[in-house]
């Protein structure tokens, strides 16, 4: 029988969990986008002490399903960070599932316009739930090569 997906606050032991779920996603997902240089940074950026920092200072969602980690996203005041799917389970909703569950803590908090930093692999995603593209930014990251993403925003709207 397919186990049941919960989603749930996470805590600071499931720091090592969510960490090895966004590494997996960001070697699966990013190398035929990014440069091995931004991969690396991208990695290095989501590292245990900035996942425990989020937990208990923001709103983190983890999805699971039984005892395996299947998604997360962290609302930092008004922002979106660290929205992640295991590639396995990508395509069928959950990453609609975690943003909607983000808004609506969002909204709960009086924010009324989110914002987040979209990958360019993330990026039609976020336009099909409503985001829009506020500006674009390049880092330079080693071996002289760049690591570009989109600051986008979205109105919040009273449901
Ligand atoms: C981006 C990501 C979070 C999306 O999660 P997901 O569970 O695959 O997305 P969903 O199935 O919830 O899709 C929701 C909507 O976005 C659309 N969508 C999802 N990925 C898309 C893509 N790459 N291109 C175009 N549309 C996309 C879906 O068609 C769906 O539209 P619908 O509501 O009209 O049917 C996930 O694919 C992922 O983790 N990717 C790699 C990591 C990443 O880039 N994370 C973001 C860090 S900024």
């Known amino acids: 029988m397919a186990e049941e997906i919960i989603m ?3 805590k600071p032991q499931d720091a090592d969990y969510l960490r090895k779920l ?15 240089e931004a991969v690396d940074y991208f990695k290095d950026y989501h590292n245990r002490t ?9 709103h983190c969602l983890i999805l699971t399903s ?12 008004s922002s979106a960070r660290r929205v992640f799917v ?3 389970y990508q395509n069928m909703g959950f990453g609609k599932k975690i943003m909607h569950g983000l808004e609506e803590k969002a909204m709960e908090n009086g924010v009324r316009i989110m914002d987040l930093d979209a990958s360019l692999v993330a990026y039609s995603f976020y336009r099909a739930l409503g985001y829009e593209t506020q ?14 993403y989109y600051k986008m925003i979205k109105k919040l709207e009273d449901k």
């Open 135 to 148: 500006a674009e930014y390049v880092i330079p990251v080693k071996n002289g090569q760049n690591l570009r």
């Open 86 to 88: 295991k590639p396995a």
């Open 66 to 77: 039984g005892k395996e980690f299947i998604g997360t996203g962290t609302l930092l005041g």
């Open 22 to 36: 966004v590494n997996e996603t960001i070697d699966t997902c990013y190398f035929h986008i990014y440069s091995q």
């Open 8 to 10: 749930r606050i996470a």
């Open 50 to 58: 900035n996942i425990v920092n989020d937990i208990l200072e923001g």
